[in-house]
């Protein structure tokens, strides 16, 4: 179990649950969940509250073991700085030694999931499951069963199995809303801690919409004091109907043991989450294209701001879906689609949640002066920049895909910091014309038939309106060069 601390004073941390592994949105409006609703709804409960006993009897069956195993490196044991020496080493060092391939040794962690599906659908932590080579889960009195990976959601800590070949008589939960929980209510906590078996503790939900708590980059997180332990990462919360409402995912803790604070995922974020990697094996997030920072009261003083509550604009990127809707930096937005934002996680949440396409309404203030402005938003990658991809049958550029020439991908290819403007090729299919032309990721392309190029639309705006011929200028390594390409 491993502590990601949130101050250094007071020594806090998030234990994120597996263990021996280490780290503990609607969104296309077509894509509802009344579809998800019907099909992972097979049980009824009555609509009164049930006794915790009653609540506890019919969802054990549902919570399953997770086990994992995934082969890592193992490291040698350092040298001391005596065989360093040449000299020495020569002496010492064992040539069929030195050119053996690093020795493997097989890892194990434990983890808890829910059935939501009587095919064998199971819900989890990203971080139960990760990079693992093998899924194996326990099912309540059933035995265990190989699973896969349907998908994973590193930015919400969400993962998707499935059984390969699960059981018949399979107790899938239903699905209840956490938007109308309410503080004070009554949760139960499911999961298996320590590997030990299924175990239930009750609390009451403490807080809800909490987020900047440091665990995942889209944080909206019930939190409970329903003690939840190692293990339980990816176990049930349960209202008092017996109906999911949340997926346990980490606790507050000074020891790394249960303390009285613990955070579950709400379940109508899990549901979008889940309905997304099913059908598309990805989730598809909004992409506003702001840089944005909570409203001080301080910063709000300093502008003579009103009203005093909201998210600041700071920057809006160029060709972005904000800087076409009109947006500005300095403006203060209070509301997305009548929804209150209070903070920049809340908003980075309801653009992200949204998803690419949508069109929301935005309420600001800008001098004083009240605002509403609707915007269509574009997708966000994985790195959090605009993108284009061009299909395969887009000419010889086809199955290349370029980004914003940011920081994480200027790091990730190495660029330097000398190019300043273009866009970076990050993906180029085997087998496409792009690459037999000699495209490579890390390619920066600035300019187009002496058109330049800032970002991704730009690009394909240029492109598009090429005639047979195409003259990139392309920045490779040190140097620059040219490429012709025939449509």
């Known amino acids: 179990m491993k502590l990601l601390g949130l101050s ?13 592994s280490a780290r503990c949105s609607s969104l296309n409006p077509e894509e509802g969940s009344s579809s998800i609703t019907e099909s992972t709804a097979p049980r009824s409960f009555e609509t009164e509250s049930l006794s915790i006993a009653d609540v506890s009897e019919q969802a054990i069956p549902s919570v399953v073991n997770i086990s994992t195993r995934k082969k890592v490196s193992a490291q040698r044991r ?15 060092d064992n040539p069929q030694r030195r050119q053996s391939p690093p020795r493997r040794r097989m890892e194990q962690s434990l983890g808890s999931g829910v059935i939501v ?12 499951i990760e990079d693992a080579d093998e899924v194996i889960i326990t099912v309540h009195d059933q035995g265990e069963y190989k699973a896969k990976v349907v998908g994973s959601d590193p930015p919400s800590d969400l993962a998707v199995l499935k059984l390969i070949d699960p059981p018949k008589n399979l107790k ?5 809303s956490s938007e109308t929980l309410r503080l004070g209510e009554v949760v139960v906590a499911i999961g298996n801690p320590f590997g030990v078996g299924q175990t239930v503790t009750m609390g009451i939900v403490s807080a809800k919409g909490r987020a900047n708590v440091g665990i995942v980059d889209y944080e909206d997180f019930i939190q409970t004091d329903a003690a939840i332990n190692p293990g339980n990462s990816g176990g049930a919360l349960l209202n008092m109907k017996g109906e999911l409402v949340g997926i346990n995912t980490a606790i507050l803790s000074r020891s790394g043991g249960y303390q009285g604070i613990g955070f579950a995922i709400p379940s109508d974020m899990v549901k979008s989450i889940m309905h997304s990697l099913i059908n598309k094996g990805k989730v598809v997030r909004g992409y506003l294209g702001v840089s944005i920072q909570d409203l001080t009261s301080d910063i709000a003083e300093a502008m003579d701001a009103k009203p005093k509550e909201g998210v600041l604009v700071s920057e809006v990127l160029d060709e972005s879906p904000a800087a076409k809707a009109g947006i500005k930096a300095g403006d203060i937005i209070v509301a997305i689609d009548g929804r209150e934002v209070t903070s920049s996680a809340k908003l980075r949440y309801i653009v992200a949640s949204a998803g690419a396409g949508a069109t929301v309404k935005l309420n600001l203030y800008r001098e004083h002066k009240k605002k509403n402005l609707s915007v269509v938003l574009a997708e966000k990658d994985a790195l959090g920049s605009l993108s284009a991809t061009l299909g395969a049958n887009e000419g010889p550029l086809g199955g290349i895909k370029v980004e914003t020439l940011k920081d994480a991908v ?16 990050t993906e180029v299919s085997n087998d496409s014309p792009a690459a037999q032309a000699g495209l490579r990721p890390g390619d920066v392309i600035d300019n187009v038939n002496r058109r330049a190029i800032k970002n991704p ?3 394909r705006k240029a492109y598009n309106e090429a005639d047979d011929t195409v003259l990139l200028r392309v920045h490779r390594g040190g140097g620059s060069v040219f490429i012709v390409l025939r449509k």
């Open 78 to 92: 350092q040298h001391h700085p005596f065989f360093s020496d040449p000299f020495f080493r020569r002496f010492f």
């Open 410 to 425: 200027r790091s990730r290819f190495q660029i330097s910091p000398r190019i300043v403007q273009g866009v970076v090729v």
């Open 172 to 176: 899938p939960l239903s699905f209840g």
């Open 8 to 20: 250094q004073s007071l020594l806090l941390g998030i234990a994120l649950f597996s263990a021996s």
């Open 457 to 459: 639309s730009d690009f």
């Open 117 to 128: 599906k009587s095919d064998g659908t199971i819900l989890t932590n990203n971080h139960v």
